[in-house]
């Protein structure tokens, strides 16, 4: 590292990189297989079984309480660690599955499906923290990569899956099996000890934790989220719309999901390898432009050679786009806001994707698809002013984001003459 500059000094011998994998971490990944099928398991399996009337509201009330559970999920690591939220979040994720069976009222769904939303967003958060903890700093990116590899396969198997078990073997079997999934991995996490956000360092008291509102003003968090935000849209438009836009070729727009899918996946890798190296700051500018370029080329729908380039570039930069920023975040604060980093950028992704896929369908009414898919590549480009800040800011040097302490309910009275 240049002094002066801050910057890697390319005549400098190369650091000798620390090992990625430890016996921490693979269990975590064992936690991370688990409760990913145990939530995609039923995430389609669930509305086909509650029928028209009840599907929405299943739906509905699982992803209002993932949110909800990712807002309250920083201020619940702060005050407990993140050992004891992520067997809670498992427990709740997989218990009331159980019992799902037992009746098929609507009512009855929707309050399972709420209750295991609220675990299943706690574990995001829990998971995500204690799986940045364990990661060398030096392979962030990398490390995070890898991670998403682990739970984004099993959650491409288990999706389909799910709906295939539940036609052929019955709703209760794959109702069981999604409890299980999640329940038998929660003897895993008191390996994770290391990784706990109210362990201090050694001879010292740990740092305070930045928290939702503070995160959120400091640019140097805010900035990322809002260029992955922005990824995150076009990702709820591509997934609800392209099979609407081309129905005829029932053929293509599943590979086109297989190429995006795979292509993002294999640029998370590349992007956490490269980040790793030259630092991700450089790499946000790049995957916002590939993202909005490829989602611009699907406008040209009656080519199929265009949709399956468009999702492909797309799928590059939305992956490139999700690591570096995450790997950012995580970079700018303590160990103590994983969780508040963890929560932010997933509700970037969740919420992203809700609003994608609701508002576009607004556009696309009046617009057309084509044409819609075109204004929201333009309109993702407004993402590139706070991208191109934040690297004039610092980049991968920017200041650490810290706490801000409370502020007194009144002014200190000032001193009498």
């Known amino acids: 590292m240049n ?5 890697a000094d390319p005549t400098a011998a190369p650091a000798t990189r620390p090992p990625l994998l430890s016996r921490a971490l693979l269990l975590r990944f064992v936690g991370v297989v688990g409760s990913t099928v145990s939530f995609f398991l039923l995430l ?11 599907a929405g509201l299943a739906t509905g009330a699982l992803m209002l309480s993932t949110v909800l559970g990712e807002l309250a999920g920083p201020r619940i690591l702060d005050r407990y660690g993140n050992r004891g939220p992520l067997a809670a979040g498992l427990f709740l994720l997989g218990a009331p599955a159980l019992v799902l069976p037992l009746s098929g009222a609507p009512a009855w769904t929707a309050a399972v499906c709420l209750v295991r939303g609220l675990g299943f967003g706690l574990t995001m958060v829990a998971g995500g923290a204690v799986t940045a903890a364990l990661i060398p700093a030096g392979r962030r990116g990398e490390g995070l990569a890898v991670v998403g590899l682990v739970g984004g396969v099993p959650a491409l198997l288990a999706l389909p899956l799910g709906v295939w078990l539940a036609g052929h073997a019955g709703y209760a079997p794959v109702t069981t099996a999604a409890g299980l999934a999640a329940l038998v991995v929660i003897p895993t996490v ?25 995160a959120v003003r400091a640019g140097g968090l805010r900035r990322p989220t809002v260029a992955f935000g922005a990824t995150a849209v076009a990702a709820g438009v591509l997934v609800t719309f392209l099979p609407l836009a081309v129905p005829r070729a029932a053929g293509v727009v599943t590979a086109a999901l297989l190429v995006q899918s795979g292509a993002s996946t294999a640029a998370r890798w590349a992007a956490g390898r490269y980040g790793d190296r030259r630092g991700p700051s450089r790499l946000v500018v790049p995957g916002l432009l590939l993202s909005a370029a490829g989602l611009s080329a699907l406008a040209a729908t009656s080519s199929q050679v265009a949709v399956l380039v468009g999702a492909a570039v797309f799928g590059t930069g939305f ?22 980093v963890s929560a932010l950028w997933n509700l970037a992704y969740d919420g992203g994707m809700g609003v994608g896929a609701a508002c576009f369908g607004l556009l696309a009414a009046h617009l057309g698809y084509a044409r819609g898919f075109v204004l929201t590549g333009l309109l993702m480009l407004g993402a590139l002013v706070p991208a191109l800040r934040d690297g004039r800011e610092g980049g991968d040097d920017h200041p650490p984001v810290q706490a801000q302490p409370a502020r007194a309910a009144f002014p200190p009275r000032p001193a009498q003459p």
């Open 3 to 7: 002094p002066t500059t801050g910057s």
């Open 44 to 54: 389609s399996a669930v509305p086909a079984h509650a029928g028209p009337g009840g």
């Open 190 to 214: 008191p390996a994770l000890g290391s990784a706990d956000r109210n362990a201090a360092p050694a001879g010292g008291q740990r740092a305070p934790a930045v928290g939702m509102v503070g």
């Open 319 to 340: 992956g490139v786009t999700q690591n570096a920023t995450l790997t950012l975040m995580y970079s700018r604060v303590s160990a103590a806001s994983y969780g508040t």
